[in-house]
């Protein structure tokens, strides 16, 4: 397990990442609070598949048909070509947003836009103007759910601007926060305090998914008891649902078997960390549970630009998540099968008319008791690095057998990382 030391030292860098980055579809998400509650910013998964509502709520819903204005721009260069490519790309353009939903009365982006990044260390200094407006960009493109936390800089505080410059856009879109709190008594008036302060941060009267994380499973009488003041807070109207972040499956089913309902898990999955497909993925399917997915792209490495490269240097680990991700690709196989990996994804991406990243997204969205795959946004900083346009081809194919078989090829070939690194989320809690 001496690899997993050199995991944690790469995590100590960015240790707010725990938690990073859905759904079935469902009806749009109207909230009941007022829209001119606006507080200062001040900074310190269910049921089994459910294809065929998807359809009928993307049809009676009129969902967002993106029309050919920016999403455009991405593809002016291939729009006269004459390869099959380009004329894949050219009627994929306008795919809408699939949506899905975590329960009944909680709708979600399959492709949820991730804030983590406005906690700093992330190659940019966050302007909150520019984020709000690149938050309208993504919500008039279809993806309304964003993933922010407690811990993610002023990720909360920003959907409180947001729904005071776009109340009506508010009213449409999903915000999932987290609670990361350090393991210790855990009475009504600690955890209460701790809602109330992000509803506060937020500007609502009810938390529309609270994903909570705890550090130390030894400790599990502290976060049982947690759980249970806040699924008393659900009843109480504060939170509408329960979930959890980086759980492993037996806490997971140790959480659930003491009567709290969570709903959903959100944990890393990409094609380099396949460990949910061990025992998360059936334990989840078996009792409803959806998954959340971060770490998609391994920080951006699962893309166009890292094909053929084959060594990286100083500008290469620009954000923080870059050190986190290199050091799982090390784990699963080293940067030459990785390289391996990114080859067979770009046969694939030029397949479909579409990139490395959104085949890698593409493979998370179609595995079991996924509900929605996180990808974390720079907002603000230019616009590719919001990842709207590109986020919309994730839409627009579905990988066959032979695209499948193609990529099991390679990652057939990698460590195991169930054995070298635990189950989902044991990176984040040191066991010996």
């Given amino acids: 397990m001496s690899r997993r030391v050199v995991l944690l030292g790469a995590l100590s860098l960015a240790i707010t990442d725990a938690f990073a980055p859905g759904p079935s579809p469902g009806q749009l998400h109207v909230r009941s609070a007022s829209r001119s509650s606006i507080c200062s910013l001040s900074m310190q998964h269910r049921g089994s598949s459910h294809d065929k509502a998807d359809a009928d709520c993307l049809d009676n819903m009129g969902r967002r048909r993106v029309t050919l204005g920016g999403a455009a721009l991405a593809a002016g260069a291939v729009l006269g070509g004459d390869s099959v490519g380009a004329k894949v790309l050219a009627e994929n353009v306008a795919s ?46 279809g993806f309304t759910t964003f993933d922010v936390a407690d811990i993610y800089g002023e990720s909360e505080p920003i959907t409180n601007l947001f729904r005071g410059k776009y109340p009506e856009l508010w009213d449409k879109s999903q915000f999932y926060t987290k609670w990361v709190p350090m393991p210790g008594p855990m009475p009504r008036e600690v955890v209460e305090a701790a809602v109330n302060k992000r509803l506060k941060r937020m500007g609502t009267d009810k938390l529309d998914l609270l994903q909570f994380h705890w550090w130390d499973y030894g400790s599990k009488d502290q976060y049982l008891e947690a759980m249970g003041h806040m699924q008393d807070m659900v009843k109480e109207g504060k939170i509408k649902h329960l979930a959890v972040t980086n759980f492993d499956t037996a806490n997971l089913k140790a959480s659930r078997d003491a009567g709290i309902d969570l709903v959903s898990n959100q944990v890393q999955f990409s094609l380099i960390d396949q460990r949910p497909l061990q025992k998360m993925v059936p334990y989840c399917e078996k009792e409803g549970v959806k998954l959340l997915a971060y770490g998609t792209v391994c920080g ?44 067979s994804l770009k046969k694939i991406g030029d397949k479909h008319g579409v990139s490395v990243t959104n085949v890698a997204t593409r493979w998370v969205l179609e595995q079991p008791t996924v509900a929605g795959a996180i990808v974390g946004a720079r907002l603000g900083l230019r616009p590719t690095t919001d990842h709207t346009d590109s986020n919309l081809k994730v839409f627009s194919f579905k990988l066959d057998d032979e695209d499948k078989a193609s990529i099991a090829a390679v990652t057939s070939k990698s460590n195991d990382l169930m054995a070298v690194v635990g189950d989902c989320g044991d990176e984040y809690r040191n066991r010996a």
């Fill in 96 to 141: 809408p947003v699939e949506l899905g939903r975590i329960s009944s009365d909680l709708p979600c982006a399959k492709v949820l836009t991730g804030m983590w990044q406005l906690s700093g260390a992330h190659g940019y200094k966050p302007d909150k103007a520019k984020a709000i407006d690149a938050m309208k960009v993504a919500v008039d493109a």
């Fill in 300 to 343: 951006g490495f699962l893309s166009d630009a890292y094909v053929g490269k084959a060594k990286l240097t100083k500008k290469d680990f620009d954000t923080a998540s870059k050190g986190k991700y290199y050091n799982m690709i090390e784990m699963w196989g080293g940067w030459p099968l990785f390289q391996e990996l990114l080859a």
